[in-house]
């Protein structure tokens, strides 16, 4: 599975980004589709996921919820995290990642294959 990522930057609170996230390769056992981030010095923690097909899903994180949207275009194989209202604390690199299990999962050790990730940096 690969991954192509887009769309960080730099923005200015209370601004907003879209990232993009599409995938290729052999994807018909990719379930969901989820965001991560890292910011530095700290832990990798959970964003938000969607179902990557089929009946939609899609849960998030407390720190985001409100803020962030996370939608797909299953034909375009794409999954996007539109954040808005961003905070300094926003800042980190993003990642997308790719689980092939059965139940939608918010920890990172259930995704299979991961992004490169893109930098977000919320700042004046």
């Known amino acids: 599975v690969q991954f192509e990522e887009s769309g960080g930057g730099l923005v200015q609170p209370g601004g907003s980004l879209r990232l993009s996230c599409v995938i290729s390769?052999?994807?018909?056992?990719?379930?969901?589709l989820g965001w991560f981030r890292q910011a530095p010095g700290k832990e990798r923690e959970f964003v938000g996921a969607?179902?990557?097909?089929?009946?939609?899903?899609?849960i998030y994180a407390n720190a985001v919820k409100g803020r962030f949207t996370i939608s797909r275009d299953v034909g375009r194989n794409t999954v996007y995290l539109q954040m808005n209202g961003l905070k300094p604390e926003d800042t980190a690199v993003y990642y997308c990642?790719?689980?092939?299990?059965?139940?939608?999962?918010?920890?990172?050790?259930?995704?299979?294959?991961w992004g490169q990730g893109t930098q977000v940096t919320v700042s004046s």
């Open positions: 969607i179902s990557r097909s089929g009946i939609y899903r899609v």
């Open positions: 990642a790719a689980d092939t299990s059965v139940v939608l999962a918010s920890y990172s050790r259930s995704y299979d294959y």
């Open positions: 390769g052999v994807i018909s056992r990719i379930n969901y």
